[in-house]
């Protein structure tokens, strides 16, 4: 089986914090995601990368960044973490590039920021 | 603009029911087309896919899925519901862009079973 595991499950944070999320699959997937999930707003697309050292933009990038040095590890990092950063972040990874992959995901880790 | 629209944010039912979540997307090439459940505390687990060939797609927990282009539409059943089906649904869909593949998933649908 697949196995994404995000380092931490439950964080508190304080504005203007850098805050580090980290992502480690087991399986040599490519590709790793980084999404945040709201109520009613459903999953939202931050960055992803396709390869080593490699990353993209996804819908909402403003206020993160990420990095991918190793191909089972992705870093989300919150530069200056702030109150409306407080959400579930999911971490996702799939074999290839193709429409009809999966994506297998981690447990979330929910961030608190005051 | 592609788009994924659940009807319905919570939908309840008694055990042994059928459950119907909708799912309705628009997109203007063929899509691949899946439904994801998510258990508390946990994250998102594929219940299903289409991608080509048979519109009825079988998934796990004896959950189905309906591909109708006519409609634009890929809706979950299952014909009897279980305490345990009780979760949060997301439909997504996966199509071809410019920069390749990009997948979008719908707001969630939360699944209540009253016994």
């Known amino acids: 089986d697949v196995k994404v595991t995000q380092s931490s499950r439950y964080l508190v944070k304080r504005t203007g914090e850098k805050v580090f999320l980290e992502c480690v699959q087991d399986?040599?997937?490519?590709?790793m995601f980084w999404y945040r999930q709201d109520p009613g707003l459903g999953l939202r697309l931050i960055y992803f990368?396709?390869?080593?050292?490699?990353?993209e933009k996804g819908d909402i990038p403003e206020g993160y960044s990420v990095s991918r040095e190793k191909k089972e590890r992705f870093s989300l990092i919150l530069e200056s973490a702030s109150t409306n950063q407080t959400s579930m972040y999911l971490c996702?990874?799939?074999?290839?590039?193709?429409?009809?992959?999966?994506?297998?995901f981690g447990a979330g880790t929910r961030l608190s920021v005051l | 603009a592609q788009s994924v629209t659940q009807l319905g944010s919570h939908v309840s039912v008694s055990e042994g029911a059928l459950v119907l979540l909708r799912c309705n997307y628009s997109s203007s090439v063929p899509p691949y087309l899946f439904w994801y459940v998510q258990y508390p505390n946990q994250g998102l687990q594929l219940l299903l896919k289409y991608t080509t060939g048979a519109t009825l797609v079988k998934g796990i927990n004896g959950f189905e899925a309906e591909f109708k282009k006519s409609e634009t539409s890929f809706h979950l059943t299952k014909p009897s519901a279980h305490m345990s089906d009780a979760a949060e649904y997301f439909c997504?869909?996966?199509?071809?862009?410019?920069?390749?593949?990009?997948?979008?998933f719908g707001a969630g649908t939360r699944l209540f079973v009253k016994a």
């Open positions: 399986m040599d997937h490519e590709n």
């Open positions: 990368s396709y390869d080593v050292k490699m990353k």
């Open positions: 997504a869909v996966s199509y071809l862009t410019t920069g390749g593949f990009k997948t979008i």
């Open positions: 996702a990874s799939s074999l290839g590039t193709g429409g009809e992959n999966i994506q297998y």
